[in-house]
Antibody, heavy 124, light 107 residues
């Protein structure tokens, strides 16, 4: 059974960099042909896709975050990571990692496995 | 961006009730619409993909319908474990977007 688990600090100061890791167990992230994404949910708001990385390391980002976000794959550790620079209070959210099968825009895509999420608060 | 709206934003229901949640896209998305269930502290769960296809392991009391801009999630007979928030998501565009969610709680 595939499992995803987010890890990282729960508190980040404004203007600093938010760094999260998603550890994947029960399957390989690099040989699988799948895509691995980060989705966040600010308090009281809906889910928002932040970006994804493919099994081969290709990346896809939400245009609203492109200048600040980097998602990368570490096949040796079977994990992928999110870095978001220059954070503000608006970046406070529960961050989820999830698996999907196709690149964004390939209509029949969906997120079939998710982590349980981790709350990141941006505050001084 | 394709905007997704849901109605109602919340509802109260009893065990055994039939519940219907509506999702609307700001432009046609064909049948590229997914539904998720999420609960606090738990991993979100894919229920329905491509508007009407039941994800493996999901009880058959859940069903989805619609195409174009209007979609529906129906829970045929609400069970205690179904009290949760439900979100729709379009996978039509290169920027996937989600609805704001519908919270289903106990009447």
């Amino acid at each position: 059974q595939l499992q995803l688990q987010e890890s990282g600090p729960g508190l980040v100061k404004p203007s600093e960099t938010l760094s999260l890791t998603c550890i994947v167990s029960g399957g390989s992230i690099s040989g699988s042909g799948y895509y691995w994404g980060w989705i966040r949910q600010p308090p009281g708001k809906g889910l928002e896709w932040s970006g994804s990385v493919s099994y081969s390391g290709s990346t896809y980002y939400n245009p609203s975050l492109t200048s600040r976000v980097t998602i990368s794959l570490d096949a040796s550790k079977n994990q992928f990571s999110l870095k978001l620079t220059s954070v503000t209070a608006a970046d406070t959210a529960v961050y989820y990692c999830a698996r999907h099968e196709y690149p964004p825009g390939r209509g029949y895509d969906c997120y079939d496995y998710w982590g349980q999420g981790t709350l990141v608060t941006v505050s001084s | 961006d394709i905007q997704m709206t849901q109605s109602p934003s919340s509802l109260s229901a009893s065990v055994g009730d039939r519940v219907t949640i509506t999702c609307r896209a700001s432009q046609s998305i064909s049948s590229y619409l997914n539904w998720y269930q999420h609960k606090p502290g738990r991993a979100p769960k894919l229920l329905i993909y491509r508007a009407s296809r039941l994800q493996s392991g999901v009880p058959s009391r859940f069903s989805g319908s619609g195409s174009g801009t209007d979609f529906t999630l129906t829970i045929r007979s609400l069970q205690p474990e179904d009290f949760a928030t439900y979100s729709c998501q379009q996978s039509y565009s290169t920027l996937p977007t989600f609805g704001p969610g519908t919270k289903v709680d106990i009447k």
